[in-house]
Each structure stands twice: as structure tokens, then as C-alpha cells.
């Protein structure tokens, strides 16, 4: 009996971890934490407000905005000039708005400056992007360990019995991940109109998961940099994770 009631837990804890997962029309839907509050921030010249900056890259950036009462400063096509404050720089820049997922804003770089685009290229290298993983606490999930790069990587490890059964790497809007009795699988993460729940500082958004028809093996070798200059605590943790990523290549 006692061994019956270890499992019953068990398969209780893997049924609570993957209330991430679900499938819609076909596709499937995970979720991932964000802050509310970011150290990356964009200052509107003429709107005079700042804003938290989710994501960001040489093509663009990623706004979550808390006052829903700001989308319609921020259409679709329309061009905002400010300030950018990333990484403890504070540089000026354009973007155009390209799309809106709930109170989500996605934009492109216009005229990019020099001295942005050297920035963005140095902290966008993967050996970077992994030394600026810091682990986050998840509230009420005790079974996932939480990797944040703020601009825009995410490392997400699911426990079952104290063990790794399940991994996500995200790296702005790709993803790679691995679990038990599955190959590693690359593909691609898009954010949904959900507005997601909060638990404190932190919000859990959806997003729908396109898988790629065969794994990107770039995006694999671009994994592997990062993951073996991050700041994982568990060296046996990386090993697994580079094991992973090393067999698929």
C-alpha cells in the first residue's frame, strides 16, 4: 500500500507540473513566467511614460503593458521613438509596432543606431545570454526550477520524484526542449492573446508551441553555448542538458 500511494502522489505531481500543457484546435499551449516588472524598460518621448521590455534582440523587442488604457497609443504601424534602458545602458531608439496579443507589443527596429546594435549584438551572444540566467522562485510550483535572462531566455526544468523529467529552453521566440522517451525538439513559441494570472510579482503567460518539422540544428548548437556558460547550480543539471543537446546534433 505504501508503495501504491508513492506513486498515486507521484503521477498527482506530474498531472500538477503539466497543467501547462494543452492542446487547442490541434495546438499545443505551455505556459511561461514573467515578471511584471522589468530592468529593461523603454521611455516614451512623446507619450512620457515608461514601459516594461519582456524581449529583445537584433529584430526587435517585446512590451508587456500593465494599463491596458496605453494600447491604443501603441496600433499596429505606428513608429514610437525613446529611450532604451538595457543591461546599464541607456540608448536612444525607434521602433514600429508589427503586432498585438493582449496587452502584449510586439515592434521592429527602425533605423537602428550603431551603438544599440553593437549592444544588442554583444548581449545577444549565447555565451552571454547564459552567464545572465539567474534562478527564479515559482509560486505554488515547487517541482519546476525557473532560469530568467530579462531580455528575453528562459530556462524551465520540471521535476518528478526529485528528478529532471522534462526541459524547455527558451531563447526569444524559439524554443528547444527534451523529456522522457522523446527525442529533443526545436520549434517555435508564440505569445497568445490570453492575458495569463498573476501570483505576485510574477505572470504566467500562454504560449502556443509550433514545433519544426525536424530539429534546428543551429538553434541546437546556439543551446549548447549558452547552457555551458549559464549559471546553473547543479553542474550535474548541465551535464544532463548538454547530454541532451549533444546526442541530438
Not at 552571454?128 to 539567474?134: C, D, F
Amino acid at each position: 500500500m505504501p508503495h501504491i500511494l508513492k506513486r498515486v502522489f507521484a503521477n498527482i505531481k506530474i498531472i500538477k507540473q503539466n497543467i501547462d500543457i494543452m492542446t487547442a484546435n490541434g495546438s499545443e499551449k505551455r505556459k511561461l513566467p514573467r515578471f511584471h516588472i522589468t530592468p529593461c524598460q523603454f521611455h516614451d518621448n512623446e507619450l512620457k511614460k515608461t514601459f516594461s521590455v519582456q524581449d529583445v534582440s537584433l529584430g526587435g523587442l517585446g512590451i508587456r503593458l500593465v494599463d491596458r488604457g496605453d494600447l491604443p497609443a501603441f496600433a499596429v504601424a505606428t513608429v514610437h521613438q525613446g529611450i532604451l534602458k538595457i543591461e546599464g545602458l541607456k540608448l536612444p531608439c525607434e521602433f514600429q509596432v508589427r503586432y498585438l496579443r493582449g496587452s502584449l507589443i510586439g515592434a521592429e527596429w527602425q533605423n537602428l543606431n550603431q551603438a544599440l546594435k553593437d549592444h544588442l549584438d554583444q548581449i545577444s551572444h549565447p555565451k552571454h545570454l547564459g552567464m545572465n540566467l539567474k534562478a527564479y522562485d515559482l509560486p505554488d510550483s515547487a517541482d519546476t526550477i525557473w532560469y530568467h535572462n530579462p531580455i528575453g531566455v528562459d530556462l524551465l526544468l520540471y521535476l518528478s520524484e526529485s528528478k529532471i523529467s522534462r526541459w524547455t529552453l527558451y531563447i526569444h521566440h524559439s524554443f528547444i526542449s527534451w523529456e522522457q522517451d522523446q527525442a529533443v525538439r526545436t520549434g517555435r513559441a508564440l505569445a497568445e492573446d490570453e492575458e495569463g494570472y498573476a501570483h505576485g510579482i510574477v505572470r504566467v503567460e500562454t504560449r502556443l508551441i509550433d514545433y519544426d518539422p525536424q530539429a534546428d540544428k543551429r538553434l541546437i548548437e546556439t543551446s549548447i553555448e549558452l547552457v555551458k556558460n549559464a549559471a546553473i547550480k547543479e553542474e550535474s543539471t548541465r551535464q544532463l542538458i548538454l547530454n541532451h543537446l549533444q546526442g541530438a546534433i
